[in-house]
């Protein structure tokens, strides 16, 4: 039985290598970028909980209040981001607190 000798092309050979290399670099360093907590912690400081408090007409005993979450897109001008479910009845009284503060 004679075997058959293959033969690997130079752009195979190189292709090969590369993706072998490339592979080694991402276990090498895979932790160090992914790690959950850390975005996690970063993501508290820009993360706020909401309430909104509109006052229905004619009825004294009811008001309704809605909540949800947001997070602060620009300290200078004091914008929030948040559905339109949280905050989009006019008019309102919409408090905004951040993690471990009293809502503001």
Known sequence: MKTKQITFYPIIKLLSK??????ITLLSVGPAWCSDENY???ALT???EITSQIEIPFSEDYQGI?????????????WIVTNAHVASYSPAKIK??????DFI
């Open 18 to 23: 590369s993706i072998l290399i490339f592979i």
């Open 66 to 78: 809605y909540s949800g979450a947001g997070f602060l897109v620009d300290k200078e001008r004091g």
């Open 40 to 42: 996690f912690e970063q």
């Open 46 to 48: 820009y993360t706020v």
């Open 96 to 101: 905004v607190s951040f993690k471990g503060e």
